[in-house]
């Protein structure tokens, strides 16, 4: 089948495009928030940090979905060489999608709450985002052929798709009375839930970037090899089973501890090979560097090393009595989000995007500044929150803790950086979404205009 | 395609694992004898209304531009966490709970103050890395 970068505007080209308009928006409550950090009681009365928080989350997390959902779509077609197995359930997808989280989006705004942290919005409104996802579990799974003989990445988005939907539901067992009532034992479902669901998006995610490496090399062999079937069994194996990390310092089962902290260490395998195969990595990244998707893809690695690093750390109990409940946790979200997450989903909408009937080559310059902005004040941001984690580690465990405002008081300094390398990385990432939005926008009036659009069969 | 069996047998395996895990902990959840009020029920309920989470943490969980609020009950007393729920502060807003809301949270602070310490001062490190509560 053609590559389908070509430049029919289809409905998973509406995924990215709607996932990078939520990036954006997301992005500027995310400034908004780190300001709050600084000025307190900032924009206090309309847009506290209770509603910009959710705000900020929500829109990145949908970010990250739409663009998963856009990249197995795109890439289930290539792979398999056939269309969809229907676009209109993809399209009801779409549609359910977006609306569904305009009216999250609005509801957070009124402070109307009810869920919990990550999913504040009220319960009902779950309902119609397992509908969605379940529609897309239909298409990942009908559109192949057959199951016998797949690479590993098309096992990623099954596994992807499929814990998505366990891990989303087991999140809402607090509706009963039985999962809630005890503060602990909800927790303990709560943070299970999170710590696989994270591994479920990350499994679309990575399936897309090794299909894309392999397209960019003109070579998919790697997606049949041992070890990448090793290495998607020691992610799935973490991903059942490593979350307990999340509640070391919770009163809970300590089996559960046990098996999350051993199972963790396995993840020294991935980081390991990580730095065996640097050199390598380096050569190729060279060979392909003008290529921007790869760029995008060679970045997240980076990204993926120093959160696997934080990460390994973390899941020691003895670490992470120091780092619990500190910016550190907070500097692996970011780097993990927005390092390896954003930067991939990038990378496939650069592949999928391009050509869509202007070239991105064009803009290449600029995009490269943007690149590099991005990349370098994300690194600042993420030393910066890294360095207040320390401090207020140590705050923690201080014998006569100064009073909560004054340590607040003394993070300021490290706080303003954490501000400011923000700003430089909305600019330099709103400057990427901007050329290629503006490309897709162009694309579609000269399509209005030639009448010659397609009726998106794909 | 032995290599394909061999993938399904290990992905088989894992899944049954993992299910079976879910499973053993949602029917032995860790606490099983406890009595929680119907206040302190509805308590919690109001601090998901009001996603006082994004600014507070419990265990360490939560956002961190305010404390952490798992032994809030322990060293304040009613007072005190009354005044702050009812007239906020220069970054946490004043978000006018009726009474009986106020009265519900409180006693959702003194039934998460029950479970245990959140004070990472108050664990021991083992030899092994893990730790003890």
């Given at each position: 089948m053609e590559p389908l970068n070509n430049s029919r505007l289809s409905v998973s080209k509406f995924f990215i495009i709607f996932g990078m308009l939520l990036l954006g928006v997301g992005m500027i409550f995310g400034l908004i928030g780190a300001i709050q950090y600084i000025i307190p009681g900032y924009l206090k009365t309309y847009l506290s940090f209770e509603k910009v928080r959710p705000l900020h989350v929500s829109l990145v997390i949908f970010w990250i979905l739409f663009g998963a959902t856009g990249g197995v779509l795109t890439y289930l077609q290539e792979h398999s060489g056939r269309p969809l197995y229907s676009v209109s359930l993809a399209k009801t997808q779409l549609f359910i999608f977006a609306i569904t989280t305009l009216i999250i989006l609005a509801s957070y705004v009124a402070g109307s709450f009810g869920g919990r942290e990550y999913w504040e919005f009220?319960?009902?409104?779950?309902?119609?985002i397992l509908v969605g996802w379940i529609l897309f579990i239909i298409n990942v799974t009908r559109t192949a052929k057959s199951w016998k003989g797949q690479p590993v990445y098309w096992w990623m988005w099954l596994t992807g798709a499929v814990f998505f939907l366990f891990t989303f539901l087991e999140s809402y067992l607090w509706v009963f009375p039985y999962f809630r009532e005890n503060i602990i034992n909800d927790m303990t479902v709560q943070w299970k839930s999170y710590g696989s669901m994270v591994g479920a998006w990350n499994m679309l995610l990575y399936g897309s970037s090794i299909y894309l490496m392999g397209k960019i090399s003109g070579n998919q062999n790697y997606g049949h090899s041992k070890i990448a079937f090793l290495l998607y069994f020691t992610g799935l194996f973490n991903l059942m089973f490593n979350w307990g990390h999340h509640i070391y310092t919770l009163p809970t089962h300590h089996f559960i501890k046990n098996i999350s902290y051993?199972?963790?260490?396995?993840?020294?395998?991935?980081?390991?090979?990580?730095?065996?195969?640097?050199?390598?990595?380096?050569?190729?990244?060279?060979?392909?560097?003008h290529h921007m998707a790869y760029r995008f893809l060679v970045a997240s690695e980076v990204w993926v090393f120093l959160s696997l690093l934080l990460a390994i750390a973390m899941s020691i109990p003895a670490i992470n009595v120091y780092t619990h409940?500190?910016?550190?946790?907070?500097?692996?979200?970011?780097?993990?989000?927005?390092?390896?997450?954003?930067?991939?989903?990038?990378?496939?909408?650069?592949?999928?995007?391009?050509?869509?009937?202007?070239?991105f080559d064009g803009f290449k310059n600029q995009f490269n500044k943007a690149f590099w902005l991005s990349n370098i004040s994300l690194f600042v941001f993420w030393l910066s929150l890294v360095a207040a984690g320390i401090l207020k580690s140590s705050w923690l465990m201080s014998v006569d803790r100064t009073p909560f405002a004054a340590m607040v008081y003394s993070l300021k300094p490290y706080f303003e950086v954490f501000m400011i390398s923000g700003l430089f990385?909305?600019?330099?990432?709103?400057?990427?979404?901007?050329?290629?939005?503006?490309?897709?926008?162009?694309?579609?009036?000269?399509?209005?205009?030639?009448?010659?659009?397609?009726?998106?069969?794909? | 395609m032995a290599f394909d069996k061999q993938r399904f047998i290990i992905a088989i395996s894992l899944l049954t694992a993992f299910l079976s895990y879910s499973f053993y902990i949602y029917s032995s959840l860790p606490v099983k004898d406890y009595h929680i009020s119907e206040q302190?029920?509805?308590?919690?309920?109001?601090?998901?209304?009001?996603?006082?989470i994004a600014c507070h943490q419990l265990y360490g969980l939560g956002g961190y531009l305010g404390p952490d609020l798992t032994n809030?009950?322990?060293?304040?007393?009613?007072?005190?966490?009354?005044?702050?729920?009812?007239?906020?502060?220069?970054?946490?807003?004043?978000?006018?709970?009726s009474d009986k809301e106020t009265t519900e949270l409180i006693s959702f602070f003194k039934t998460i103050n029950e479970t245990g310490s959140s004070d990472p001062r108050t664990f021991t490190i083992q030899p092994n890395g893990t730790i003890k509560q």
């Open positions: 009220n319960p009902v409104l779950a309902l119609p051993a199972v963790s260490m396995t993840e020294l395998f991935i980081f390991g090979r990580i730095i065996f195969l640097w050199q390598k990595s380096l050569t190729t990244a060279m060979k392909h560097y409940g500190t910016h550190i946790t907070v500097a692996h979200t970011m780097g993990a989000t927005i390092g390896i997450n954003s930067f991939l989903i990038l990378a496939f909408a650069f592949d999928i995007l391009n050509n869509s009937c202007v070239n990385l909305l600019s330099g990432m709103l400057w990427i979404l901007y050329l290629m939005l503006k490309n897709q926008l162009r694309c579609y009036f000269r399509q209005v205009l030639g009448r010659n659009i397609s009726d998106s069969s794909i | 302190s029920n509805n308590g919690k309920m109001v601090w998901q209304k009001y996603n006082c809030v009950y322990g060293i304040r007393d009613t007072y005190y966490i009354r005044s702050f729920i009812q007239n906020g502060t220069n970054i946490m807003p004043a978000f006018h709970l």
